[in-house]
């Protein structure tokens, strides 16, 4: 009995990791494929903050990002109970300077942790194009 709740924590475990690291990948696709709206200058209360990990699995938060003058001004990361704390940590771009979004994801962010970060505007993804509905020919042609 003990190994089999073993085993399905370490499957569920497994699962669930799986789902994360192709947390950003799934997102750069959707914002590929249909586009994002302008970000505006404002504070945007649900965003997806994706961080990136050595061998290139990420893992996804929410969060709230303000928005100045098209760059990045003030992260905050998102709890269980629905509370924001401010990230206090420096973070810039590779030029060290403030992050600019680009189609609703900003460049790559890097702060004084050593972590680097992608924010996600997931508000200002364009919705699906609508497809044509096909038609089944009858057989009797």
């Known amino acids: ?6 085993t399905l924590a ?13 947390c950003f ?9 249909r586009g994002s709206y302008t970000v505006s200058d404002d504070m945007h209360r649900n965003v997806i903050l994706s ?14 990002v303000r928005v100045e003058n098209g760059l990045i001004v003030s992260i905050f990361l998102q709890y269980d109970d629905n509370t924001y704390e401010m990230m206090e940590k420096n973070f810039y771009n ?4 403030p992050p600019t979004i680009v189609n609703g ?5 890097y702060n004084t942790d050593s972590e680097k970060f992608k924010i996600v ?3 200002q993804l364009k919705p699906r194009k609508k497809s044509y509905k096909s038609v089944d020919l009858p057989d009797d042609l």
């Open 10 to 22: 370490v499957i569920f475990i497994g699962l669930s990791s799986f789902g994360q690291s192709k």
């Open 121 to 123: 505007f997931i508000d």
């Open 105 to 109: 994801i900003t460049e790559m962010i």
């Open 25 to 33: 990948s799934r997102l750069q696709k959707a914002f590929d494929d």
């Open 51 to 64: 961080f990136f990990q050595d061998g290139g699995d990420s893992y996804c938060i929410a969060g709230k």
């Open 94 to 97: 590779s030029k060290k300077t």
């Open 1 to 6: 009995m003990k190994k089999s709740i073993l």
